[in-house]
């Protein structure tokens, strides 16, 4: 059995979606999740990062001062959506896809009243960004009960809202068997088997989900 998170099928994704000037980029991006290897934070994922962790905090009710008035007034918006739902749910199952037996895990940032909330900080965003993101598929077939996945996407200036019901998109064992077949006809099939087979670290990990 293999391991699987949306995070290297967004990278693969990424990469097919890039334009030419940035596929060589998006590519070995791609190879150093493939291989596991630590990426260093940069700037906007820091933001991303201390994003989600203020709306965390306000869900919490702990005191946050935020000096930007357009980012408070976002953290204050998505907070309320997000009260009284559950943080940082961690999801996993398993699917076969292209012959394989796959294991997948994931964390969503908050589950309420149905609905799987996801943090977005993003530079820039125009609607439909996420339209081919494997996230949605994955952690609405992880999360049986759940309706519908809505980003939650702050850009700097404005707040966006961004929501998918199932049937609005390809089912993620099509999305998956895809990807397995593609690492196979490209040589990094190798890749995957080293440094995503299922062990006893990741077991543990997902036992008791």
Known sequence: MFYLTQTLLSSWQ???????????????????TLKREPKETTPAMQAGIDFESAINAVVAGDPV?????????????????????????PVAGDITAAG????????????????????????????????HSPQHPMYLHL?????????????????????????????????????????RENGYMSLYEENWIMNDERMEMTHGI
């Open 65 to 89: 001062d935020i000096k930007n008035e357009k980012e408070a007034r976002a953290i204050r918006r998505f907070s309320r959506l997000c009260a009284g739902g559950q943080p940082q749910v």
């Open 143 to 183: 999360v049986p009960g759940a309706a519908k996945f809505s980003y939650l996407i702050f850009n700097g200036t404005d707040t966006f809202i961004e929501t998918y019901r199932r049937g609005d998109f390809v089912p993620i064992d099509e999305t998956i068997a895809k990807f397995i077949n593609w690492l």
């Open 100 to 131: 394989l037996e796959i294991h997948l895990y994931g964390v969503c940032d908050h589950v309420k009243a149905e609905t799987i909330y996801d943090i977005k900080r993003v530079q820039r965003y125009e609607y439909g960004k996420y339209f």
């Open 14 to 32: 990424h990469f097919l979606d890039s334009d030419d000037a940035y596929a060589e980029d998006a590519l070995a991006s791609f190879i150093q």
